[in-house]
Each structure stands twice: as structure tokens, then as C-alpha cells.
Nanobody, 127 residues
């Protein structure tokens, strides 16, 4: 079993940056892929990005590629989502999730393929 703790959210002005962290515990870190999702009020949960912690390969949803960067520090069992050039439309609760062999093609966009979820961290971008 994996426990996930998301952190780093906050209030930022449009054009600013935030770095979210997802700290994992309870199992072998590089056995899992870590994904990020976000959910804005009244909208469905949306896949953002995924990283295979075993080799560092990353995937992004097309609309966010270039502004968001995902990385992993396996020594710290932590994945980081660097978010730059933030827009008000990025306002949402951001969740990290873990699963095995799920981070490829568009598969990582499916919430149902993940086994474990963190509690979410609020990101608010003001205009």
C-alpha cells in the first residue's frame, strides 16, 4: 500500500509559478508511476501528467505541455510538479495518484487506472 501526501498549493497571480510536491510512503517508490490530476469546481477530474519513477519518463496532457514539468527525486520518494505561466483556468484542487504500469500513451489520463490517491492541494490563480 502507498500513502501519498500532496502539498505546495496556494494563491498566485496569473503568470506566476508554483511547485507541487507529492511525497510517497509505504512501499517501494520506483515500483509505481505517479500521476497528477486536477479538479475545478463543477468540472470532472482532469489528468495533468504522469511519471514513471523507475526511469523518469514523463507524459503530459497536450494542453499543458510546455507550462508544466514533472520530475522525481527517488531518494526523497517525492515527485514534483512545476507549474509556470499559471492562468486563472489552472485554478483547481490538484491530486497526486499512484499506480503500477499505468503511465503510458493516454492511459495515464484515466483516473480509474490508479490505485492510490493523495488528499489534494488547492491552487488558486488570480487574474
Amino acid at each position: 500500500e502507498v500513502q501519498l501526501q500532496a502539498s505546495g498549493g496556494g494563491l498566485v497571480q496569473a503568470g506566476g509559478s508554483l511547485r507541487l510536491s507529492c511525497a510517497a510512503s509505504g512501499s517501494t517508490f520506483d515500483d509505481y508511476a505517479i500521476g497528477w490530476f486536477r479538479q475545478a469546481p463543477g468540472k470532472e477530474r482532469e489528468g495533468v501528467s504522469c511519471i514513471n519513477t523507475s526511469d523518469g519518463v514523463t507524459y503530459y496532457t497536450d494542453s499543458l505541455r510546455g507550462r508544466f514539468t514533472l520530475s522525481s527525486d527517488n531518494a526523497k520518494n517525492t515527485v514534483y510538479l512545476q507549474m509556470d505561466s499559471l492562468e486563472p483556468e489552472d485554478t483547481a484542487v490538484y491530486y497526486c495518484a499512484a499506480g503500477v504500469n499505468i503511465c503510458y500513451a493516454d492511459n495515464f489520463l484515466l483516473p480509474g487506472v490508479y490505485d492510490y490517491w493523495g488528499q489534494g492541494t488547492q491552487v488558486t490563480v488570480s487574474s
